[in-house]
């Protein structure tokens, strides 16, 4: 098999893994709770009055498969690293302790809260944001399918995280597709636009500190707050915080059906 048919079928792997993984499964599961199986009391658990669109889903699925056709070039491009041996990827189980998987996969989501808060903080930038971030921002109420929804320079910031979990943690590669399915269902909640967690479990320590669907929700219909991805530390620390919509944020939205044919407020 020639080099360039070797990269091809490795490209296709990991685009098949990063779509199913990454997207499909989370979205869809996070979909079809809040979108389609008519639960009772779910609709009392929206954030906002508004709702996705049909529009701003389809541009929602657009720029996520587009996020994972790139992922899936780093992907094929980092995996040669792996083959060479330069990275910190093991795949004998045995090579280390039992916890290993655990600690790694514990490290990942520490070392990611405080990429992504940072990064994200940087692309919210005035200069940088028209150019990598606004795309996800099209999505005032978004959906599930947002998960992935970004403008091609972000996919370069959003898969840098990746880059140096494989390069620093030694991980085994189905600890990573663990930690790809376990990202996407978190921020496949954070984008659905129903809070689940009660007002009074939200007063227990746990999630004092841990994001819940609201506070991203909110950094989609105001911007300029609750940057983390797991955590709120940074976000208390460095006074991005906010924990309940302004009156005025829902009461200046309109009303949609879920997934309607009207235009939101883009
Ligand atoms: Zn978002
Ligand atoms: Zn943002």
């Not at 916890?99 to 200069?127: C, E, Q, S």
């Not at 992935?148 to 840098?160: D, I, K, N, R, W």
């Not at 978190?186 to 009074?200: D, L, Y």
Request: aromatic letters at 16%; proline letters at 5%.
């Amino acid at each position: 098999m020639s080099i360039m048919t070797a990269m091809a079928v490795e490209y296709l792997v990991f685009f098949t893994i990063i779509l199913v993984a990454g997207y499909l499964l989370p979205a869809g599961l996070f979909h079809c709770i809040f979108f389609r199986t008519g639960i009772e009391g779910v609709d009392a658990r929206r954030i906002q009055q508004r709702t996705p669109t049909r529009a701003s889903v389809r541009h929602e699925i657009r720029h996520s498969l587009v996020s994972v056709a790139l992922f899936a070039v780093y992907a094929t491009i980092t995996w040669q690293a792996v083959k060479a041996g330069a990275t910190a990827m093991y795949f004998d189980w045995s090579v280390y302790p039992w916890w290993t998987p655990f600690a790694g996969f514990l490290a990942a989501i520490v070392l990611h809260d405080t990429y992504f808060y940072w990064t994200h903080r940087l692309v919210h930038w005035a200069p940088l944001f028209p150019w990598v971030h606004a795309g996800h921002h099209k999505s005032l109420a978004p959906s599930p399918w947002a998960i992935l929804s970004f403008q091609p320079a972000e996919t370069v910031v959003q898969f840098g995280i990746f880059v140096i979990l494989v390069f620093l943690i030694p991980m085994h590669p189905l600890t990573l597709v663990a930690y790809l399915l376990y990202d996407g269902i978190v921020n496949a909640a954070g984008h659905c636009g129903h809070e689940f967690i009660s007002k009074k479990q939200r007063r227990h320590w746990f999630f004092k500190y841990t994001t819940v669907v609201t506070h991203h929700d909110l950094h989609h219909s105001q911007f300029n707050c609750n940057f983390g991805q797991y955590f709120t530390v940074w976000d208390r620390l460095f006074g991005t915080f906010r924990d309940r919509p302004p009156e005025a944020d829902t009461s200046a939205a309109t009303q949609h059906s879920p997934l309607g044919t009207e235009t939101d407020r883009h």
